[in-house]
C-alpha cells in the first residue's frame, strides 16, 4: 500500500472541492481560524512568515498568503496539482513568493528545506498510511513557538453521516468497501486519536472547529428563501460549539509549538 496520488484525480478534485459550496466553507472556516493569528504572529516577527503548505495541492490558501507577502514553499506529491499551481501563480497580476516543491512531504527535512513558522497540512491526513509518523515528521521542521494547521476527516462524522443517510449495512462494516473509489479518504481519523498526538509532540491546541457541521447533513427539500451566504454564516456560527464541531466533516487543529 502507498499513499494516495491524486494525479490521477486531479480535474475530479478541482470540481468537487474548488469553487463549489463545500470549499467555500472550508475557505471560510481556515481563514476565519487562521487569519488573526497569523497576523499576530508577523507582527511579533515584525517580518514576513515563512509558511510551508504540506500536501497544498493547486495551492489556492498559498496564493492568498503569498498574496500578504509571506514567503510560502508549496509542496505536493502531484505532479499535476503543482502544474497546475504553477499556471495560477505565473497568471497572478500580484508576483507571488512561492517555491513549489514535487515530493511526498516524508521526504522534506530541516537540513534541505530549512524550518518554518507556520505549517499548513490540510485534508492530507486521511490519505497516509501512517499519518501519526508522517504529521511527527513535519514537526521537525517547525520553529520554536511556530503554528501547526491541520486539517483532517473526521471519522465519526463519516459515520454519522452514513446513519442519517440509512446505509446501516455500511456502517456495520466499519464504513469499509471492497474497493476505494472517488474522493473518500482511505483513513480517517478520530478527534480524540489526534487530540492525544497533540498532547505527546507539546503542541497547544489554540484554536479548533468543525468544517461543514451544517452543510453535509441538510435535507434534500431546503425551504424556498434557503440562501449560500446564510448557510457558510451559520456554519461559522456552530463550527466552534460543541456538539456540532465533533460532526464536521472535518476538524481544524491550530496549535502553537512550545
Not at 476565519?32 to 493569528?37: Q, S, Y
Not at 505536493?76 to 516543491?101: G, H, K, W, Y
Not at 463550527?239 to 476538524?251: C, F, H, I, T
Request: proline share 4%.
Amino acid at each position: 500500500m502507498q499513499d494516495t496520488n491524486f494525479d490521477k484525480l486531479s480535474q475530479k478534485f478541482a470540481k468537487n472541492i474548488y469553487g463549489t459550496t463545500k470549499g467555500d466553507i472550508r475557505a471560510a472556516v481556515l481563514w476565519r481560524d487562521l487569519e488573526p493569528a497569523i497576523d499576530l504572529l508577523a507582527a511579533l516577527n515584525h517580518s514576513p512568515l515563512r509558511i510551508l503548505d504540506a500536501g497544498g495541492g493547486f495551492g489556492l490558501l498559498s496564493q492568498k498568503l503569498a498574496m500578504l507577502g509571506h514567503e510560502v514553499v508549496l509542496c505536493d506529491i502531484s505532479a499535476q496539482m503543482l502544474a497546475e499551481a504553477q499556471r495560477q501563480i505565473e497568471a497572478s497580476e500580484t508576483p507571488l513568493n512561492i517555491t513549489l516543491v514535487h515530493s511526498p512531504i516524508q521526504a522534506l527535512t530541516p537540513e534541505l528545506n530549512g524550518q518554518f513558522d507556520i505549517i499548513l497540512c490540510h485534508a492530507v491526513a486521511e490519505w497516509l498510511i501512517d499519518a501519526q509518523s508522517t504529521l511527527q515528521g513535519l514537526l521537525s521542521l517547525l520553529k520554536p513557538q511556530g503554528l501547526f494547521s491541520l486539517m483532517f476527516y473526521n471519522k465519526e462524522a463519516m459515520r454519522f453521516h452514513s446513519l442519517v443517510s440509512g446505509n446501516f449495512d455500511y456502517v456495520m462494516r466499519d464504513m469499509k468497501v471492497k474497493k476505494k473509489v472517488g474522493l473518500t479518504p482511505t483513513h480517517p481519523l478520530y478527534i480524540e486519536d489526534v487530540r492525544q498526538w497533540f498532547n505527546q509532540w507539546q503542541l497547544q491546541i489554540v484554536s479548533q472547529s468543525g468544517v461543514r457541521v451544517i452543510n453535509d447533513y441538510l435535507k434534500h427539500q431546503l425551504p424556498p428563501n434557503f440562501d449560500i451566504k446564510q448557510l457558510i454564516e451559520m456554519e461559522l456560527l456552530y463550527s466552534q460549539r460543541e456538539p456540532y464541531l465533533s460532526l464536521g466533516r472535518y476538524v481544524h487543529f491550530l496549535a502553537k509549538q512550545a
